[in-house]
């Protein structure tokens, strides 16, 4: 049978850290994640270059994203559990050094391959990747949960307000940072770059934190961690593959299959285990579920769209990987600003109204783009961009400090693990269901641009015109009319994702009137198993 346990939260979390100014220890845990947002920045400039030098083939290359996304959405709830456990400071300066270390044997998977046998320099890079996220999923819970101790409630808001600064800050710097190092040293260097960032976060980390666990907790769900785990797998699987294999197709339906039946059976297990892995009185926390809710709904408008921008831009705009990143500039830089003030508005006017006129700057930034021209101009993409990191900042804050922040403080590592989760989850639903609705788009309209010369080009030929206007691009030596009807295509197909978005963003603003503020009570009841 359940039983309620008491679990009192910190009366003073800053004196907790002993005398450590809760300002230092975020900077300590934002050089941890700025490592986590570097390398998601710059692994898409560096690609082409790793396909040449490795003679990788286009599999290679998104399992070299896929390995890294799959390990790091399939491990982070467990992560933080782990942290709740053991000690998030310890959990967090393990995934830190893990992370930069795996970094820097990416760098080296050439030499790797030379001493192992068997082994080639693409296959050593894509199961580094995959061990890069497995630390980076570690890291990512633990350093929100010591935020979670580090800050009285009070001060929860503006941490989270800077937090989403740096994070803007890193994103800012990735693209540009990236483009210089591969276009100026090699791609190995954009993977070095993390060994000095995480020497600094570990120093500062075993200097400034605290350790903290969940005092109540004594072992680890095992069976718990391996069905969610599984079901986490097969769904992010599923949507990294259904694009290729077909929703309809028999695999697509089997794994989605084998999600429903290990997530019904983590449910039930949950239900019954003296101490679960994610206890289901977390979601009984209605702000809880609708902030985890939020956070899908807004990384899945987000990333979904904004991936197609990268192709955009280089695909028919024919820009290098440095000028694509400064295109993008204005929304990372705007995001340095707008946190903040983001953290301060909810702080002032709670996350209600605030989250809601975020998600409705986010609208009308979607829409903007969703009118885009095929010429369109630094002002023209800059504008909705300043505009979406004004509108994503408030929900990326607030909804973390709804979920984090209502959790107990003996559960923090989970509640972070369960945003990250949403995030990663929602932006890879996203990514593949506004993928298909492109390619859909596409489909239907490049025959039209093509008009009477689409009558004369065979089947085989015209699916693959329309699978590299997916891309944004041509093959080389065709006439220009028909490169003109594939960027033509592949905009029609841009301005319907976006209107999707438009929609999404829209519909989740009615979400935020449900929520309520983080919990700043003592004593928070919750049910243990």
């Known amino acids: 049978m359940a039983q309620a346990k008491a679990v009192d939260?910190?009366?003073?979390?800053?004196?907790?850290?002993?005398?450590?100014?809760?300002?230092?220890?975020?900077?300590?845990v934002s050089l941890g994640v700025i490592m986590v947002m570097l390398d998601g920045t710059v692994?898409?400039?560096?690609?082409?270059?790793?396909?040449?030098?490795?003679?990788?083939?286009?599999?290679?290359?998104?399992?070299?994203?896929?390995?890294?996304?799959?390990?790091?959405?399939?491990?982070?709830?467990?992560?933080?559990?782990?942290?709740?456990?053991?000690?998030?400071?310890?959990?967090?300066?393990?995934?830190?050094?893990?992370?930069?270390?795996?970094?820097?044997?990416?760098?080296?998977?050439?030499?790797?391959?030379?001493?192992?046998?068997?082994?080639?320099?693409?296959?050593?890079l894509i199961g580094l990747r995959v061990l890069q996220g497995l630390f980076g999923a570690l890291l990512q819970p633990a350093a929100l949960a010591l935020l979670r101790s580090a800050f009285p409630g009070e001060k929860l808001n503006q941490a989270m307000g800077a937090w989403g600064a740096i994070i803007g800050l890193s994103s800012a710097a990735g693209p540009i940072v990236g483009g210089l190092l591969v276009e100026n040293i090699s791609w190995e260097s954009v993977f070095f770059i993390n060994a000095p960032v995480g020497v600094i976060a570990l120093a500062m980390g075993m200097w400034l934190i605290k350790d903290s666990r969940a005092k109540t907790l004594a072992r680890i769900d095992w069976l718990g961690v391996v069905l969610l785990s599984g079901a986490m797998f097969s769904l992010v699987w599923t949507i990294i593959k259904a694009p290729e294999w077909g929703w309809g197709d028999s695999t697509t339906l089997s794994f989605i299959g084998a999600f429903a039946v290990l997530i019904l059976a983590f449910v039930l297990?949950?239900?019954?285990?003296?101490?679960?892995?994610?206890?289901?009185?977390?979601?009984?926390?209605?702000?809880?579920?609708?902030?985890?809710v939020l956070m899908m709904m807004v990384a899945f408008a987000m990333f979904?769209?904004?991936?197609?921008?990268?192709?955009?831009?280089?695909?028919?705009?024919?820009?290098?990987?440095?000028?694509?990143?400064?295109?993008?500039?204005?929304?990372?830089?705007?995001?340095?600003?707008?946190?903040?003030?983001?953290?301060?508005?909810?702080?002032?006017?709670?996350?209600?109204?605030?989250?809601?006129?975020?998600?409705?700057?986010?609208?009308?930034?979607?829409?903007?783009?969703?009118?885009?021209?095929?010429?369109?101009?630094?002002?023209?993409?800059?504008?909705?961009?300043?505009?979406?990191?004004?509108?994503?900042?408030?929900?990326?804050?607030?909804?973390?400090?709804?979920?984090?922040?209502?959790?107990?403080?003996?559960?923090s590592g989970v509640a972070g693990g369960l945003q990250q989760s949403a995030m990663q989850v929602g932006g890879a639903l996203g990514t593949a269901i506004l993928g298909a609705v492109m390619a859909s788009e596409i489909s239907d309209t490049l025959p039209g641009h093509l008009g009477p010369a689409a009558q004369a080009i065979p089947a085989d030929q015209m699916a693959g015109l329309a699978k590299a206007a997916a891309f944004g691009t041509a093959p080389p030596g065709l006439p220009q009319p028909i490169i003109?009807?594939?960027?033509?295509?592949?905009?029609?197909?841009?301005?319907?994702?976006?209107?999707?978005?438009?929609?999404?963003?829209?519909?989740?603003?009615?979400?935020?009137?449900?929520?309520?503020?983080?919990r700043k009570a003592e004593g928070v009841q919750v049910h243990m198993g």
């Open 304 to 411: 979904g769209a904004m991936f197609f921008l990268g192709f955009f831009f280089q695909g028919v705009h024919g820009l290098s990987p440095l000028e694509a990143g400064l295109r993008m500039l204005p929304m990372s830089a705007g995001m340095i600003v707008a946190s903040p003030l983001a953290g301060m508005a909810i702080g002032r006017f709670g996350p209600k109204f605030t989250m809601a006129g975020g998600l409705l700057i986010t609208a009308l930034s979607m829409f903007l783009m969703s009118q885009l021209s095929i010429d369109a101009s630094f002002i023209a993409t800059g504008v909705p961009f300043v505009l979406l990191a004004f509108g994503l900042s408030p929900v990326f804050v607030g909804a973390t400090e709804i979920i984090v922040g209502n959790a107990p403080v003996n559960l």
């Open 269 to 292: 297990w949950q239900s019954k285990a003296k101490q679960p892995l994610v206890p289901l009185s977390l979601f009984r926390n209605a702000s809880i579920s609708i902030g985890t």
């Open 43 to 124: 692994v898409g400039i560096a690609n082409p270059v790793i396909q040449a030098d490795l003679k990788a083939s286009l599999s290679d290359l998104q399992w070299v994203t896929s390995g890294y996304l799959l390990a790091l959405a399939v491990f982070l709830i467990t992560a933080g559990k782990l942290g709740d456990l053991f000690g998030h400071k310890r959990v967090f300066l393990i995934g830190v050094a893990g992370f930069a270390v795996s970094s820097v044997g990416i760098g080296l998977s050439a030499e790797l391959a030379d001493v192992i046998p068997g082994l080639s320099p693409i296959g050593a």
């Open 484 to 518: 003109d009807a594939v960027h033509n295509s592949f905009m029609d197909g841009m301005h319907v994702a976006f209107l999707v978005s438009t929609s999404i963003a829209v519909l989740t603003a009615a979400l935020t009137f449900f929520v309520k503020v983080g």
């Open 9 to 28: 939260a910190p009366s003073s979390p800053v004196a907790d850290k002993g005398g450590a100014n809760p300002w230092l220890v975020l900077l300590a």
